[in-house]
Structure formats: structure tokens, C-alpha cells
């Protein structure tokens, strides 16, 4: 696999959620993703940084095109130093919401990429990081 | 902290036409005179001078919130108003006052030469007074710069939100952009209220101006569709484009109790049989 670009933008406040979804929106046209699967790669950005913002206390977004086996893809980490997530197979059920949102943001994001990874524990933050592939 | 000596403003007093000669040779030489009239940089030099020298001869204090300070404060609040609109930044400004210590340290230099304490002294406290000019002219700079973003960010809640009259007894609410928490507040109350004031049976909401539809959103317009149904009224999603409709389905998304449809035109026609009345016909 080889790193093509790469960068990282900060996901603090309720504005940087639309900056991250511009920012996505860009690198995957960039890269010539289709209309569909751009949108929804986006969706689920908008998803995550939310989820950052809203229940990680803010945190950072880390991007990167990647290409592998001649193919194209984005992957996205986002990273919060926030409560953790004490149950995860709770957290990743339809419906379920520790906040006041519909409980489809994180089990939706999953739907919407190729690639989904959650690594996280009570006290020791969230990572998520997602990819999808062109 | 001694104050000022009276023999410094003496000098200053003295030696005023030599130094707003100098001042406007430093601001000159910077560049900081550009898209600026001579005779207003002029006047503006001129000004500003005099008010130091009236604020140094009432008032002790170097600190410039103080009360004999207050003109001083005023002209460096429409400077920094009128210099925004031509366009040039806060910084530039600010050198606009930093600009006049050069000269003013020259005299005071000639000025004490025999008394080195008291020249460090006294460059101390007008140096502290004309830093404190030169932040007072960003701090205004930046708030009325807020100012303006402030009211732009109202002005584009209020614009972004029109609810127009489609038809005898339907609505439109054509949606832009980002729907975040406190815009989808102003367009359901806008909406609610033009439901109400026109006493409309069927309103259609257009989504073909949201590039993004997630969680939020939807939870928005499930709201939205509910409180217009419990006063009586209809609703129809418009403008589900297919992207947008294959991001619902993935995100898991139920939004089968809303009637939607993928365009504005289809979903005037539908109002319209609903309310018994197509197109063609005259109303």
C-alpha cells in the first residue's frame, strides 16, 4: 500500500463537521469517485465528526489517499481523546443512542464504506477509521 | 511607574510640526500611505498629534482607558473604521500609530541626553502608551469585523429560509446548503408559522439544495413532518436525488412514513390531486 496524500484537520466544534465533509468531498473527487459512493463517503464523515465532536469532546480528522493493488481509495481516522466507549457491541445496534440522536450515525457510517475499524475502551478515547475504495 | 515629566511634553509640544514631518516620512517610506490621500494622511497626522498632546496635558495617566484619554480612544475608533473600508488590515493600522515612535524617541533622546535614567524612564511610559494606541486599534478593527460576520450569519438565516406559496393551499420550502441545529430551528418555526398565516393544507419541503443528508438531518425532518401533521397540514419530501436516496437505504434510515418524492414538479402534482385540483385548471 502506498500513501499517495496525506493530512489532518481538526474536529473541535460544530463547523468543523461541515470543513471535514468539504474536505472529503474534495479529495474524493479528486480522486474520481463516483457520484454515489461519494456522497456516501461523505455521509458517513459527517456521521463520525459528529460523533467526535458530540460524544469525544472534540478531536482530529486524519486523511489520506491510499492506493493499493491499482486501486484508489480514501481513508479516514478520526480520533478523540473523549470518554471511550464502554459497550461496544451496544454502540454498533441500530437505534441505540447514548445522546439524543436517532442511534444510526455509527452502525450507518459502517454501512456507507468499504472499511470500517473501531478501536476504543472506557478512559482511552476513540478511533475510528474508515476507507473506501474507487 | 513615574509618570510622564512635563518637560517631555514640553518637547513634544515644541517640536510638533518636526515630528509629524518625520512620522509622515516613516509612514511614506513603509508604504503604510498607500490608497490613502495626502491631505487626509495629513490631517489624520496632525489630529492625532494634537490629541496626544491635550490627553498628555490632562491626563497623568498612560493608561488609555482613563478618562482623559476618551477623544484619543474615539479618533482611533474611526480611524480604524475608515481605514477597514479602504481596505487595509488591522496590522497596517496599527503601524499607522506605531509608525510616529521612531521621531518621538529621536527628540526624547536629544532631549535627555545629559540624563540617561530619566530617558529610559520616560521611553518606557511612552512606548507603553502607544502600544496601548496601537492594540486599541486592532481590538476595534476585530470587533467591528465581528460585527459584520455577526450580521451576515443573520442575514443568511433569514435569506436561506423563504417559504413560498406554490399554489392556493401549498407551500414550498426550497432547503440550502447546511441544515445544522439552529437553521433547522428558524425553518421549522418560519414553516409552522406560514402554515399557519396562509392556512395551507399541504406543504412540500425541497432537499435538492442539501448536498448532505445524515442522521441529523433526517432527525430534523422527521420532526419537522411531525409537528405540520399534528396541526392538521401535509408534507412532502422533494428533491431525493438518487444519491441521496442510496445513502438513506445504507444508513439504515426508515423514513417510509414521509411522502416523498424526487423532484419539485412531481411533487406539486401530487399536492395538487390531493387537494382535488390539477395543474391545468384554473383555480
Not at chain 2, 3 to 25: C, D, F, K, M, P
Amino acid at each position: 500500500m502506498t500513501i499517495r496524500e496525506h493530512g489532518s484537520q481538526p474536529v473541535r466544534i460544530e463547523q468543523d463537521v461541515v470543513l471535514a465533509r468539504q474536505l472529503t468531498r474534495k479529495l474524493a473527487s479528486d480522486c474520481g469517485m463516483r457520484l454515489v459512493d461519494l456522497t456516501k463517503l461523505v455521509t458517513a464523515v459527517s456521521e463520525l465528526a459528529r460523533n467526535t465532536v458530540v460524544y469525544g469532546g472534540g478531536g482530529d480528522m486524519d486523511w489520506e489517499v491510499i492506493e493499493e493493488a491499482g486501486r484508489t481509495g480514501v481513508r479516514l481516522v478520526f480520533r478523540d481523546e473523549g470518554p471511550g466507549i464502554a459497550d461496544i457491541k451496544l454502540a454498533l445496534t441500530d437505534g441505540w443512542t447514548s445522546g439524543s440522536g436517532l442511534g444510526l450515525g455509527l452502525t450507518g457510517a459502517r454501512r456507507l464504506v468499504d472499511e470500517f475499524e473501531l478501536d476504543t475502551a472506557p478512559g482511552r478515547g476513540t478511533r475510528v477509521m474508515i476507507t473506501r475504495w474507487i | 511607574m513615574a509618570a510622564l515629566q512635563s518637560s517631555t511634553l514640553e518637547a513634544i509640544v515644541g517640536n510638533q510640526a518636526q515630528l509629524q514631518r518625520s512620522w509622515l516620512e516613516a509612514l511614506e517610506a513603509k508604504g503604510a500611505a498607500r490608497n490613502i490621500r495626502e491631505q487626509d494622511l495629513r490631517q489624520e497626522t496632525r489630529d492625532f498629534l494634537q490629541l496626544v498632546i491635550d490627553g498628555l496635558g490632562r491626563e497623568s495617566s498612560t493608561h488609555i482607558g482613563a478618562e482623559g484619554w476618551e477623544e484619543t480612544r474615539r479618533f482611533l475608533e474611526k480611524l480604524s473604521a475608515s481605514r477597514a473600508q479602504v481596505g487595509q488590515e488591522s496590522h497596517q493600522t496599527a503601524f499607522f500609530i506605531f509608525a510616529l515612535k521612531g521621531p518621538l524617541f529621536d527628540l526624547l533622546q536629544a532631549h535627555y541626553r545629559e540624563q540617561p535614567a530619566l530617558l529610559a524612564e520616560q521611553l518606557w511610559e511612552i512606548s507603553s502608551l502607544f502600544d496601548a494606541f496601537g492594540l486599541h486599534t486592532i481590538r476595534t478593527y476585530q470587533k467591528n469585523r465581528e460585527a459584520v460576520i455577526k450580521r451576515q450569519q443573520e442575514e443568511l438565516l433569514e435569506l436561506s429560509t423563504p417559504v413560498v406559496k406554490l399554489w392556493e393551499g401549498v407551500l414550498a420550502l426550497p432547503l440550502i446548503g447546511t441544515l445544522d441545529s439552529q437553521r433547522s430551528q428558524t425553518v421549522m418555526e418560519s414553516l409552522l408559522q406560514r402554515i399557519v398565516d396562509t392556512g395551507s393544507e399541504i406543504a412540500i419541503i425541497d432537499i435538492t439544495g442539501v448536498p448532505t443528508v445524515d442522521t441529523l438531518v433526517a432527525q430534523h425532518l422527521l420532526k419537522t413532518v411531525t409537528a405540520i401533521r399534528l396541526m392538521g397540514a401535509d408534507c412532502i419530501i422533494s428533491g431525493v436525488r438518487p444519491q441521496i436516496a442510496q445513502t438513506i437505504v445504507h444508513l439504515g434510515l426508515d423514513l417510509g412514513t414521509l411522502t416523498t418524492k424526487s423532484n419539485l414538479a412531481d411533487a406539486l402534482k401530487l399536492a395538487l390531486s390531493r387537494l382535488g385540483t390539477t395543474a391545468g385548471e384554473r383555480v
